[in-house]
């Protein structure tokens, strides 16, 4: 009888976390990294929300609440669903979550039985794959195409369907590629899953990205589409909105009260419940008159960002780099800098077990960290099934102007390091790949 069940080698991780010992190894010996895989704002929780919380707490609401959330968080959350999408929401539909996680891996265990479907953008949030094949369903890989945007196409979907399809993740705008669905291509992938799939498949909607986009984009969602409300889970959350990754609020909108319910069990069985006083902060961050110019602020800030890193990386030989429509990620092409440096032929040359433990993209992301200081993210850690001969790296824009701008001329220096790449192969990459 082995220690551990067979399922939790099936369970994969979020990488820009588990690059985390390898940042510091590197700063032990005295040298400064640029930091630029976590998805998190670099901004503050407003204070009007701060000083919220710190009532709360003066007023000792730290006890068991709801398991669901508290009712004035839903009531809130039913609102914004009226004034964002146009749906009209009861609260009783709404589940609070400690973070936008635990929504994903919760409707995988609910909706999908061992051997059902489940179709997911990738690139895309790793926790998507990761879970299918922790739960014993079967991951099905949208792969998001860089000449369409890193967008879906209803095509695209349309091959992906089949009898056994149950759960369909989408993810606009994107992580990590930053891209957002249209109107326009939501209505056509509505139509797919109206006319292919049985009413019992679920779409989830993961929109913790709703409020960042760019360019004069206006968020929409599926569920806002004739027909689509019946099938849809809205997912979403205040750490990306509100700068508010440690607060762990996420929420999610079912199609009826008894499936909001069946979640309510697993925050019962998993959690208790979410902390109250973090609620009663999340419901005064999305009522505040003062939320709209904080959010509308920090977008413009994430924008200025974009604009500029992306023409300074489409400016270093053998990278190109589309410009996203919202998030606040990059996700540039290095294929011409692999095969520049020699990695795709070290890759080539590499044992059928090395390669199955990394990649050229992976190969590159420890080289710029050991070598050359800064900290990206490489493309299977947004998905590895059928990602190979795909060499993208993952850049968050959450940092300062200026140490995005050294961030970029680290990247452009270890573009050019072939030499330096020699010595990293030979010195140090067994270890480390």
């Keep these: 009888m082995a220690l551990v069940a067979d399922r939790i080698t099936q369970l994969g991780t979020e990488n820009a976390f ?16 640029v930091r630029l895989n976590l998805g998190e704002p ?77 179709i997911y953008p990738s690139p895309g949030f790793p926790i998507y794959e990761s879970f299918t094949r922790y739960l014993g369903a079967k991951p099905v890989p949208m792969h998001l195409k860089e000449e369409e945007d890193f967008t879906l196409t209803a095509d695209h979907l349309s091959r992906l369907i089949t009898a056994r399809t149950k759960l369909i993740i989408l993810n606009f705008p994107s992580n990590p590629t930053g891209g957002v669905a249209t109107k326009e291509q939501l209505e056509s992938i509505a139509e797919v899953i109206k006319a292919k799939c049985s009413p019992d ?11 960042i986009t760019f360019d004069g984009q206006k968020p929409f969602s599926i569920a806002s589409v004739p027909g689509m409300e019946a099938r849809t889970v809205i ?3 205040f750490s990306k909105t509100f ?62 960002r974009r604009d500029v890193i992306v023409k300074q990386l489409n400016a270093i030989d ?28 070290a890759f080539e040359s590499m044992s059928a077990d090395m390669k199955q ?32 001969g795909q060499h993208y790296l993952r850049l968050s824009i959450a940092s300062e102007l200026p140490v995005l701008e050294e ?4 990247l452009e220096a270890a573009s050019k390091d072939r030499e330096g790449f020699g010595r990293f192969m030979k010195e140090r990459a067994a270890e480390l790949l």
């Excluded at 419940?273 to 009663?280: A, G, T």
């Design 407 to 410: 961030g970029v001329r680290r």
């Design 357 to 388: 433990r990394t990649s050229p993209s992976a190969m590159f992301q420890m080289f710029a960290l050991y070598q050359h200081q800064v900290a990206v993210m490489d493309r299977n850690s947004f998905g590895k099934i059928g990602a190979e």
């Design 18 to 33: 588990k690059i985390g010992p390898h940042i510091v190894a590197v700063e032990k010996t005295g040298k400064n990294v």
């Design 243 to 304: 700068a508010w990754t440690g607060g762990r609020i996420g929420y999610a909108v079912f199609p009826t009260e008894e499936e909001a319910n069946i979640f309510k069990n697993l925050n019962i069985n998993y959690f208790s419940c979410i902390p109250p006083f973090n609620q009663e902060g999340a419901r005064l961050a999305l009522e505040h008159p003062d939320s709209p110019k904080v959010i509308a602020s920090m977008v413009r800030t994430f924008c200025e």
């Design 42 to 118: 670099d901004f503050n929780l407003p204070e009007y929300v701060k000083e919220e919380i710190k009532r709360q707490l003066d007023l000792n609401n730290t006890h068991y609440c709801d398991p669901k959330g508290l009712l004035s968080l839903r009531q809130a959350i039913a609102r914004q669903m009226k004034e964002m999408r146009g749906l009209d929401v009861s609260p009783e539909r709404v589940v609070v979550f400690p973070g936008g996680k635990p929504s994903i891996g919760f409707c995988q265990e609910v909706y999908c039985n061992t051997g059902d479907e489940v």
């Design 235 to 237: 997912s979403s959350g």
């Design 201 to 211: 498949v679920r779409v989830y909607s993961d929109e913790i990205y709703e409020y």
């Design 318 to 345: 053998g990278i190109t780099c589309r410009t996203p429509g919202g998030a606040f990620y990059l996700f540039p092409n290095i294929a011409r800098v692999c095969k520049k440096l020699g990695i795709i032929d």
